[in-house]
């Protein structure tokens, strides 16, 4: 896996997502990239329909405690999340 030093792009993460054998794969769905108006910001999808968006807010509904392995990936892609 990548070290928190090493940075990607968004397409990137995405072909890691898709090679199913990572362990991020397992919890996370996609990465989208910000498509403004609609989607004022980058956002993370997990496996369980919650969405989270880069500046730490759920896009729909009170969202969830993050596992430690959901704040890992976000760490990398510099996304905020409560603790």
Known sequence: MPSKGEKKTFSQW?????????????VIDRIDKANPPSDPQ????????????????????????LTALEKEFCDLLDFKYQT
Do not use: A, C, M
Request: net charge positive; charged share 30%; no cysteine.
């Open 42 to 65: 980058d956002h993370v999808h997990f496996k369980d329909g919650h969405t989270l968006q880069r500046d730490g807010t759920w896009k729909h509904g009170k969202g969830r405690p």
């Open 14 to 26: 995405q072909q890691i997502l898709k090679k199913r054998n990572s362990e991020y794969s397992n």
